[in-house]
């Protein structure tokens, strides 16, 4: 399994910006798909953005398109999630996730084989 390390979170106002980087290691880097997932208090895990390992293809969940960028550095075993115009409903802790396969438009947690420890995100109104 690749080994990931999520970090960028912290405290930001609404109509702000953060970005979110995840760092990879343990395996080559280019042979995994990425996503973000989110999970905010009292709810499920939420797919955010996928990134493909092959054409670097992306998708994104329906609450985060048009606001949300992810991207990767296949140099640097990164990848990141920039996050734009944010909303208080957008505070959750964010997980990094990587697979080593294809995926669909819209993947669920099942897809993905590792995960990071998470970040947090605050956004204040």
């Known amino acids: 399994q690749v080994q990931l390390v999520e970090s960028g979170g912290g405290l930001v106002q609404a109509g702000g910006s953060r970005r979110l980087s995840c760092a990879a290691s343990g395996r080559t880097f280019i042979n995994y798909s990425m996503g973000w997932f989110r999970q905010a208090p009292g709810k499920e895990r939420e797919f955010v953005a996928t990134?493909?390992?092959?054409?670097?293809?992306?998708d994104y969940g329906d609450s985060v398109k048009g606001r949300f960028t992810i991207s990767r550095d296949n140099a640097k075993n990164l990848v990141y999630l920039q996050m734009n115009s944010l909303k208080p409903e957008d505070t959750a802790v964010y997980y990094c996730?990587?697979?080593?396969?294809?995926?669909?438009?819209?993947?669920?947690?099942?897809?993905?084989?590792?995960w990071g420890q998470g970040t947090q995100v605050i956004v204040s109104s």
């Open positions: 990134i493909r390992r092959l054409d670097n293809s992306v």
């Open positions: 996730a990587a697979a080593p396969w294809d995926l669909g438009p819209a993947p669920t947690m099942a897809d993905f084989g590792s």
